[in-house]
Structures are given as C-alpha cells and as structure tokens.
C-alpha cells in the first residue's frame, strides 16, 4: 500500500503565495518522479511540474517562473511553491508519484488534492 498526504491549500489573493506539500508513504522501493496536477472545474486535469529522481524538473509553460518544485531530505516528499498566484490558477491540485514498491514492481500513485483559490 503507498499513500500520498498533501496539504497547504487554501484562499490567496492575486498575486499572493502558497506552498504545497505532498509526503509518500508505505511500502516503497524506489520513487523515480513525483509531481502535481490541477485540475479547473470543466477542464482536463494538466501537469503543474515534476521532480525526477535525477533532479531534473519540468514545468507547465503557465507556472514557469512564479512556481517552483522541490523535494524535501528524504526524497518522499515534494513541495510546491506557488508564488505571483493568479485567479486562473484555481484548481484542485493532485500530488502525483511515479514510483517502485519492489525492484521491478512499478506503480503510480494520487493523492487525494487540495484544494488552491485565488480570489480578491
């Protein structure tokens, strides 16, 4: 069993700042990416950016610049920071891990989202 906790949704205003959290845990060999998701009401759920084990990254065009992924010491957490926030970033946001619960066992893994608003 692998479950993912997120946490640090909330109200911002315009132009405001959050940070998101996101923690794997259970039965884990090996996690090769972790990342988020949102998803707008009436829209496709989109990829927000994702951290590699090599550390590499990746950022949707709309994010780039004002949000920033990082993962924490232990490498089973990821956070997201959100800055320079717009109404249009509205959404749930969904933690995402792609990861190995043996050497050869590959499994993908969702948390359960939280919720982020931007709103004056």
């Known amino acids: 069993q692998v479950q993912l906790v997120e946490s640090g949704g909330g109200l911002v205003q315009p132009g405001g700042s959050l940070r998101l959290s996101c923690t794997a845990s259970?039965?884990?060999?090996?996690?090769?990416?972790m990342g988020w998701y949102r998803q707008a009401p009436g829209k496709e759920r989109e990829l927000v950016a994702r951290?590699?084990?090599?550390?590499?990254?990746n950022y949707a065009d709309s994010v780039k610049g004002r949000f920033t992924i990082s993962r924490g010491n232990a490498k089973n957490t990821v956070y997201l920071q959100m800055n320079s926030l717009k109404p249009e970033d509205t959404a749930v946001y969904y933690c995402?891990?792609?990861?190995?619960?043996?050497?050869?066992?590959?499994?993908?893994?969702w948390g359960q989202g939280t919720q982020v608003t931007v709103s004056s």
């Open positions: 995402n891990a792609d990861l190995r619960t043996t050497v050869i066992t590959r499994f993908n893994a």
């Open positions: 259970g039965s884990i060999f090996k996690i090769d990416a």
């Open positions: 951290i590699f084990s090599s550390s590499s990254t």
